[in-house]
């Protein structure tokens, strides 16, 4: 049982909750990677802000997935648990009857995804993995639609499983907040000179022997920017960028592919090639001493 102030608190953060989340459009939080997330200093992961169900009701579209936090008022008054967090999945599926997501955080055992107004399938899953072993930096997943399996089309991190098929992979760190792999402006110490910010550069490519990081920061140059390989199969580096827009790609083991995890792609006009886009932000304020 849960004491009696206990579940007032519950309820009227509930209430709280609601009325902040509801003061913005559905559409906008759906857009992590986006322009206007660098715009507000933000590091452009989900998991930073607070998602309502009520969102999910709303969305038109499938998004790549990502870990948020999110009110979960159905069990809260029996868990006592208000904000829980989870990894968001959607697939727009308009004519479809029963899509499920299957992976290796579960061990392939399918959990039934929920169809809103607009034909987008939405669940929330807490990647736990297998506690017996190791933890895994990334893991592969399937959707079931209509009883058939195929990969997410809306996550760009999909690769050939080697029988024929596609299976998509969601990458993400752990200890502490899990967070995916991607690029991020990271929050500067004051003694860092103010005309520059930090910029993380990071993907997932447990397979690769080199890779490196090319955009019209360093004259794409394949040469210029090794990044370090860790232990979890991830490649990262950090860079000094000025405030301003910039394209980028990676290049692996020789081969040049755009980040996996910013859907937010542009043309280059000498080459035509896919890129990925970068806005780096001018700092918001003066920021505190770590």
């Known amino acids: 049982m849960i004491p009696a102030n206990k579940t007032k608190v519950i309820l009227f953060l509930t209430l709280i909750l609601t009325f902040a989340l509801a003061a913005d459009e559905a559409e906008d939080w759906i857009g992590s990677f986006r322009s206007v997330d660098f715009e507000e200093g933000e590091e452009a992961l989900a998991e930073e802000k607070i998602y309502y169900f009520w969102q999910m009701e709303n969305l038109k579209k499938a998004v790549p997935p990502r870990f948020i936090r999110y009110v979960d008022t159905a069990t809260s008054l029996r868990t006592g648990k208000l904000l829980n967090r989870g990894v968001l999945f959607t697939y727009e599926g308009l004519q479809n009857d029963e899509v499920s997501v299957c992976g290796e ?16 399938f939405y669940g929330i899953l807490d990647l736990v993995g297998d ?23 809306g996550n760009p991190d999909t690769f050939e499983d080697g029988s024929g098929s596609l299976v998509s992979r969601i990458a993400y760190r752990h200890g502490g907040p899990n967070k995916q792999v991607s690029t991020r402006v990271l929050e500067d110490s004051p003694l860092e000179e103010k005309e520059f910010r930090t910029v993380e550069f990071r993907i997932y490519q447990p397979q690769a022997e080199a890779v490196t990081l090319v955009g019209d920061f360093n004259h794409w140059d394949p040469e210029a920017d090794f990044m370090e390989r860790e232990r979890n199969g991830i490649f990262r580096i950090v860079k000094k960028l000025k405030p301003g827009e910039y394209l980028y790609n990676f290049v692996v083991d020789g081969k040049v592919i755009p980040d996996t995890y910013n859907p937010l792609t542009l043309l280059r006009e000498d080459t035509g090639e896919i890129s990925s886009a970068l806005n780096v932000p001018e700092r918001s304020g003066v920021l505190e001493r770590k």
């Open 105 to 120: 955080f579960n061990h392939w055992q399918c959990v039934p995804l929920t169809k809103n107004d607009k034909g987008v």
């Open 131 to 153: 506690t017996a072993y190791d933890p895994k930096p990334a893991y592969e997943y399937k959707f079931r639609v209509d009883g058939l399996f195929t990969h997410d089309p």
